[in-house]
Structures are given as C-alpha cells and as structure tokens.
C-alpha cells in the first residue's frame, strides 16, 4: 500500500510526534501516516481521467491526497485544505469540486477528471487562451483555475462578469484577474 494522508488527522489537524508545525512543508507534515494506521483502510473503487482503480485507503481520505500520493497525478494543488482557494479543483462528473474537503468515498462510482485527464488528447481551448493571454506568474493556482474555468463554459458559454464572480471564486495570490478575465473573454467571443 502507498503511503496515504489520513482524512481523519487531515481533518482533525493530528500531527505526528515529534513533528511540528513550521519543521517542515505542509505536505511533509502528514509524511508516515497510511490508510492502515486507524485500522479503517477499505478498498475504493475510483474513475479517474477515464481509468477505473481499486484503492486501499479510508473511506474518508481527501480526494485531494489519493489523486496525488495514490494515483501520482501531482497536477492538482493543495493550497488551503479547507476549499477556500480553489487550487485543489477537479471535476466530479463534469462539475468543478474542491477535492481537498471531498471524502474519496464520495466520489466512488463517479468519472473524476484531474487537469493531466483534461488536457490528455492535448492542450485545451482554455489552456491556449491562458498561453496567448500570459496568464500564469508563479503559476501554482493555475490547474484549479483551469478546471475552474472549464466546467463553467461547459454550461455556461458565454458567462457575464457576475456569472464569472460566483463561480470562479478561485484565489491567484499572484493577483492575474484581468488577465483571466481576458482569457475568458477571448473564448466567449466577447472581447477583453
């Protein structure tokens, strides 16, 4: 089994001893803890980027750790572990979800897309629009606001700013919202 961070102590905010907060990345904090430390690993049966797998892990681990450690599909960013940010997004059968809160169990059954899957027959009309409209700075947000965005023009085409303030509530700490915008923009056919 690989190593997996535990939904219980992510969620409980459980560290192992004798780490501590500020010794190490966040991601190294959960270093150690398996599915198998509670003694409630179960198999998982998921669907992701169109590859169905059977998982050991808990019921409860975050989607957002068994894409990563389980699947090694690093594309998807933690950012906040509490679905504020947004860099941890995917699509949940075709709909923008936060997989950081969302217990693997949840998505059982379900077609789970990550950004490596959406872009897997090669880059995207939005993802292009990112290039021409040099979107990304550091970068680190850009996965979930591209899923973010993806999902929206699926059902929504040609979104207005007040459709695009609701449903992409992701954070670019980096601040390119008038860039993002403009990408949008250049995809909807309505100008920067």
Same mark, same amino acid.
């Given at each position: 089994?690989?190593?997996?961070?535990? $939904?219980?102590? *992510?969620?409980? +905010? =459980?560290?192992?001893?004798?780490?501590?907060?500020?010794?190490?990345?966040? &991601? %190294?904090?959960?270093?150690?803890?398996?599915?198998?430390?509670?003694?409630?690993?179960?198999?998982?049966?998921?669907?992701?980027?169109?590859?169905?797998?059977?998982?050991?892990?808990?019921?409860?681990?975050?989607?957002?750790?068994?894409?990563?450690?389980?699947?090694?599909?690093? $594309?998807?960013? *933690?950012?906040? +572990? =509490?679905?504020?940010?947004?860099?941890?997004?995917?699509?949940?059968?075709? &709909? %923008?979800?936060?997989?950081?809160?969302?217990?693997?169990?949840?998505?059982?059954?379900?077609?789970?897309?990550?950004?490596?899957?959406?872009?897997?027959?090669?880059?995207?009309?939005?993802?292009?629009?990112?290039?021409?409209?040099?979107?990304?700075?550091?970068?680190?947000?850009?996965?979930?606001?591209?899923?973010?965005?993806?999902?929206?023009?699926?059902?929504?085409?040609?979104?207005?700013?007040?459709?695009?303030?609701?449903?992409?509530?992701?954070?670019?700490?980096?601040?390119?919202?008038?860039?993002?915008?403009?990408?949008?923009?250049?995809?909807?056919?309505?100008?920067?």
């Amino acid at each position: 089994m690989h190593k997996a961070r535990s $939904g219980v102590a *992510f969620h409980a +905010g =459980i560290v192992p001893s004798p780490v501590k907060w500020g010794d190490k990345p966040p &991601e %190294a904090l959960y270093d150690g803890l398996s599915a198998s430390d509670t003694g409630s690993a179960m198999t998982v049966q998921l669907k992701v980027n169109g590859v169905t797998r059977d998982l050991d892990v808990e019921p409860d681990a975050p989607l957002l750790w068994v894409i990563r450690d389980e699947l090694g599909l690093t $594309g998807t960013k *933690f950012g906040c +572990g =509490i679905a504020a940010c947004g860099a941890c997004t995917v699509h949940v059968n075709g &709909e %923008a979800r936060r997989s950081c809160v969302t217990p693997v169990s949840a998505v059982e059954g379900m077609d789970v897309t990550t950004i490596e899957g959406v872009s897997a027959n090669g880059i995207t009309n939005v993802q292009q629009a990112w290039i021409d409209h040099q979107v990304p700075q550091c970068g680190y947000c850009q996965s979930g606001m591209i899923m973010a965005v993806t999902a929206l023009l699926k059902t929504n085409p040609k979104p207005s700013d007040d459709d695009l303030k609701s449903a992409i509530t992701n954070i670019c700490r980096c601040g390119t919202y008038p860039r993002i915008r403009a990408a949008i923009r250049s995809l909807t056919g309505q100008g920067a």
